[in-house]
């Protein structure tokens, strides 16, 4: 029996209208005394909630500005605050990173992590399924006939590049029993697979092994298919008046912030850990051609 995605994404669908709304409520539509700052929610809220607010405060200590974060439940709902102007700083996946620079012309990738220039997800499988581990990317093919869940629609790691990998191999997702679900966030798609709600599943491997290793959640009934060849992922967008509305040396601040934190140090390594990653590296919106690429071949790009 699968778990239905629908009365989830229904429920969490309140929080980013709100904000959204909010934001539409503003006079220009930003609060140039406060920067606000968002993220996609692809995790558990409680790790995200302790993990941007920590930002905001190190971003206000290098900027000299107030820093706010404004968290989301929907995916849609930061491309949305990006593109209105409610936010100028967000932690994006490759594809809503991508969405948001084509509503928003001039918005910058300027740093990811350094897991982020090479990312994976992850197929998984409950032992139920009678799916086994495999090591080409033509074993996708044993997926058929299966339940699958991804994570949310706009989802990199989620939904979009094992939907190219399964294309790839030769996989439509009509070959699946049903339709796939989509359980919103990573830590969802972990859960239901582990419990049975879904045969199969496709996960961010980072946030894979940070609940293998938390042993939070009993994964003795899930096990690995298979790991992706590697793709840009997320990353760190700014809008293209940052500077303008919170004065001149705003973005390259905040570059300095985010190049600058440094594992060694004991308060940046509390940060680093919570984004799963050793440090941030410079990027640009050139590294997710590929990202704008498959979005456009998969009709998840206008």
């Excluded at 404004?70 to 995916?75: H, I, L, S």
């Excluded at 996946?93 to 991508?98: I, M, Q, S, Y």
């Excluded at 509503?103 to 032992?127: C, E, K, M, N, Y």
């Excluded at 092994?209 to 690995?224: E, N, Y």
């Amino acid at each position: 029996m699968s778990v239905k995605p629908v009365t989830r994404r229904t429920l969490l669908l309140g929080a980013g209208v709100t904000l959204v709304l909010s934001a539409c409520g503003r006079q220009g539509g930003s609060d140039a005394r406060q920067l606000g700052i968002s993220a996609i929610p692809d995790q558990d809220p409680e790790l995200l909630n302790r993990l941007y607010p920590a930002v905001a405060e190190r971003l206000a200590e290098a900027t000299g500005l107030k820093v706010a974060y404004r968290p989301v439940t929907d995916y849609t709902a930061v491309v949305r605050a990006f593109e209105i102007g409610d936010i100028h700083l967000a932690w994006m996946g490759g594809l809503t990173g991508v969405q948001a620079r084509a509503r928003v012309p001039g918005a910058t990738a300027i740093a990811q992590r350094d897991i982020d220039a090479d990312f994976h997800s992850l197929f998984i499988a409950h032992t139920d399924s009678g799916l086994r581990p495999f090591d080409r990317m033509d074993g996708l093919r044993a997926l058929a006939g299966h339940t699958l869940t991804f994570g949310s629609e706009t989802s990199t790691s989620g939904r979009l590049m094992p939907q190219y990998f399964m294309r790839q191999a030769g996989l439509e997702q009509s070959d699946l029993r049903g339709k796939p679900g989509f359980s919103g966030s990573h830590d969802a798609t972990i859960e239901f697979v582990a419990k049975g709600s879904f045969e199969a599943g496709a996960v961010n491997k980072q946030v894979w092994d940070a609940t293998a290793a938390a042993g939070k959640v009993d994964l003795s009934k899930a096990v690995v298919l298979w790991q992706t060849p590697g793709y840009a992922d997320y990353h760190w967008l700014a809008r293209p008046d940052l500077d303008k509305t919170y004065g001149a040396g705003t973005r390259q601040k905040i570059l300095a912030l985010l190049l600058g934190l440094d594992h060694r140090n004991t308060e940046d390594a509390k940060v680093l850990t919570l984004f799963g990653a050793t440090s941030f590296i410079r990027t640009t919106n050139s590294a997710y051609d590929r990202i704008e690429g498959v979005a456009r071949e998969l009709g998840l790009l206008q």
